[in-house]
């Protein structure tokens, strides 16, 4: 007992070097795999991140040009609304120009001069006489500048 004891005593001093070393060899052998594994890992994390940021390029992309558009359409509407509130004043003066050529005697226009007249505005048929010399104005009633105009009977 005591024989295998000195056996067993000498035995782990020889075998704890060796068993030193072989830790020593497998904790470095695990060490490389776990690098070599880091290393696929971080591979494949690599193209993972990489196929991301594709798809997220992508998208983005995708966001701008809607942005894009969106604001275009905005601007688009703005213009529009800008040109159409310039041209109208012009269209209405087309308008009246128009009128003034095309109307006979008895029509008249804010502005010009009606003496012994009955006035008819044209929009809202408010009706008034006039006798001495009077520059018109817009009708009171509605605003119009358009008149029909029939001389008043002579007294
Ligand atoms: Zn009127």
Redesign the pocket.
């Known amino acids: 007992m005591s024989e295998s004891q000195n056996h067993a005593e000498s035995k782990p001093a020889k075998t704890f070097s060796q068993t030193l070393r072989q830790g020593a060899i497998k904790e470095t052998e695990e060490l490389v795999k776990f690098e070599l594994d880091v290393e696929a890992l971080a591979g494949r994390e690599a193209l993972l991140i990489n196929a991301y940021l594709v798809e997220d390029a992508e998208a983005a992309k995708h966001y701008w040009q809607e942005l894009k558009q969106e604001l275009l359409l905005q601007a688009e509407f703005r213009a529009e609304n800008w040109l159409a509130s310039v041209a109208s004043p012009t269209v209405i003066d087309w308008l009246r120009l128009d009128f003034c050529i095309h109307r006979d005697a008895s029509q008249l226009l804010a502005g010009e001069v009606a003496v012994e007249q009955k006035l008819c505005?044209a929009?809202?048929?408010?009706r008034f006489s006039v006798h001495e010399s009077t520059t018109l104005t817009a009708?009171h009633?509605?605003?119009?500048e358009v008149f029909a105009a029939r001389s008043l009977p002579v007294q």
């Not at 929009?123 to 408010?126: D, F, M, N, V």
């Open positions: 505005c929009h809202c048929g408010g009708c009633g509605c605003g119009s």
